[in-house]
């Protein structure tokens, strides 16, 4: 019974920080944009395709830096994709209605789609993890495999840097300031535009460095920015669209839905999560931790 | 320092400034008159090019006005407190009048916290508290504060006495008086309230739906007794 409770804890947490690391980059963007990047999983896609292009230099045995580095040099892709994409999409758009916008990011996630599958094929690609962390670790008649461990602390230290740098320094304080009323910020002689174009670099990057983290435990094929964006929609609705914190809440609140589903109600997939998504709508539209608007 | 030449403003098909002229002396205050909607709001933000779109020609110092991003206005020393103050609600009131430091032109350093609070002292017992659990006299304040900090060289109040209470009003008359007097400071005033625009300015600039009707000293003024009628009671 021990076994199976720290089982299902353990996978809970895994599926949340997983998501997390994915559900950053979506709720950052939003919070300080206003923008719901629809193609934010096609460049999570890419990301881990870029990862996995980087690790296929070094055959089947994988260094942990390597592994590292891999993910490093996809965020930093993504994050040069995510100054092009301002650019050429979101500041042609920033007088437009944000359906417009909406509908912008969709044909993004298309072209991320085309992209993939010109570049990579259909085929089924897939990583082995880092051979240092190969092993795995016995916990109170539990298994707990050493690389699901490292998804786990990633997406924590992801948070615990996300959550230091927004409440803690005064790029923080900035990027507040403009979420909350950009119209003022720039009257009081902040560059708007310059942290618009740099938040969605990180948004990107971050989307970027969830592919690369997280590219040993998928199999590669076009099919995987659907896969994870809606987890990481759900996180970002239930804990508040914008709220770095919300979504860290959220990420752990339906993770454990999703073990216990998966353990409970192995027949109905799914069934908990969106319920559980529904009942967060009904009782608090804003989400956890987002604002009520009027 | 400011020189204003057939200033016409426009949001989307609306035309809001018909051909406005304005001249400021280095350390001088005037005050914008006018009724709701007479376009003093516009002016502001037309020189900071914050929303309403402009024709005509601007000069602030040595500095042509034309295609300069708001942020970049800002910069040369031009400081605007709007109207409806816009604290925001999640800071604390230190970190609100820190975040108007972005403006500090290079050549001169901004006012420290402890400075501003020398010159507005109701704003010194606030610096802890949250943007959202101020008083809409505090808020003022705050705003004028958060606009000072980077030390502009011209200060824009708009209807700053507006929604206030009369003992709030008249403490804000004296601190807008010493905040002129520090180092020399332009000021620009638009207010509905002539009692309080005539003891905070040198001369006034009179504003009917988008146009300057009266423009001069306030003896000048006080000698054509119908401009309230016609311009200001509603």
Not at chain 1, 172 to 187: N, S
Not at chain 1, 219 to 226: T, V
């Amino acid at each position: 019974m021990t076994g199976e409770l720290i089982t299902i804890a353990f996978n809970a947490l895994i599926w949340s920080m997983a998501t997390f690391l994915i559900a950053s980059g979506l709720t950052l963007v939003f919070g300080i944009l206003h923008v719901l990047n629809f193609s934010h999983g096609g460049f999570f896609m890419i990301g881990a395709y870029v990862a996995y292009t980087v690790l296929e230099q070094f055959g089947a045995t994988v260094p942990l830096w390597a592994y590292l580095m891999a993910a490093i040099v996809a965020a930093a892709a993504m994050g040069t994709a995510g100054a092009a994409v301002d650019q050429v999409v979101f500041r042609r758009l920033k007088n437009f209605e944000g359906v417009y916008v909406l509908i912008a990011t969709y044909a993004l996630l298309l072209v991320c789609d085309g992209f993939v599958k010109l570049v990579w094929g259909l085929n089924y690609h897939s990583v082995s993890p880092p051979e240092s962390l190969l092993g795995v670790l016995f916990a109170g008649g539990a298994i707990l495999p050493h690389f699901s461990i490292f998804v786990v602390l990633a997406g924590l230290l992801t948070f615990l840097v996300l959550e230091a740098v927004l409440n803690h320094t005064s790029v923080g304080r900035t990027l507040q300031a403009i979420a909350a009323d950009p119209w003022m910020a720039q009257v009081l002689g902040i560059n708007v535009s310059s942290v618009y174009r740099w938040t969605m670099i990180v948004g990107f990057a971050l989307a970027g460095l969830a592919g690369g983290l997280l590219v040993a435990n998928q199999s590669l094929s076009p099919d995987l920015a659907g896969i994870f964006i809606l987890q990481a929609f759900g996180v970002v609705i239930v804990g508040g669209m914008g709220s770095i914190r919300g979504a860290f809440i959220a990420a752990i609140l339906l993770g454990f839905v999703e073990a216990i589903s998966a353990t409970y109600l192995p027949s109905y997939p799914g069934v908990l999560f969106f319920a559980t998504i529904a009942a967060v709508l009904i009782l608090r539209p804003e989400g956890l931790l987002g604002r009520a608007t009027t | 320092m400011l020189e204003v030449r057939d200033l016409n403003a426009f949001y989307g098909q609306s035309h809001i400034l018909h051909g406005i002229n304005l001249d400021l002396a280095e350390g001088e205050s005037i005050a914008l008159l006018g009724r709701n909607g007479a376009g003093k709001s516009t002016f502001l933000k037309a020189l900071l090019n914050a929303d309403p779109r402009t024709e005509g020609a601007m000069r602030f110092g040595a500095q042509t006005l034309d295609t300069q991003p708001t942020h970049t206005r800002t910069r040369l020393g031009m400081s605007l407190v709007p109207e409806d103050r816009r604290i925001f609600p999640k800071l604390t009131v230190a970190q609100n009048i820190e975040m108007g430091a972005f403006a500090a032109r290079e050549e001169q350093k901004p006012y420290t916290i402890a400075e501003v609070v020398d010159l507005l002292p109701m704003v010194g017992p606030l610096l802890n508290r949250f943007g959202y659990q101020l008083s809409g006299g505090q808020q003022q304040m705050v705003a004028i504060a958060r606009g000072l900090i980077a030390r502009p060289r011209l200060l824009m109040l708009d209807e700053p006495a507006e929604g206030l209470a009369p003992v709030i009003v008249d403490e804000l008359s004296d601190t807008i008086n010493a905040i002129r007097k520090a180092e020399g400071r332009s000021i620009v005033v638009t207010e509905q309230n002539i009692d309080f625009a005539r003891q905070t300015t040198d001369r006034l600039y009179l504003l009917d739906v988008g146009s300057v009707v009266f423009s001069g000293t306030w003896e000048e003024f006080s000698r054509n007794a119908d401009l309230v009628d016609r311009y200001l009671v509603l």
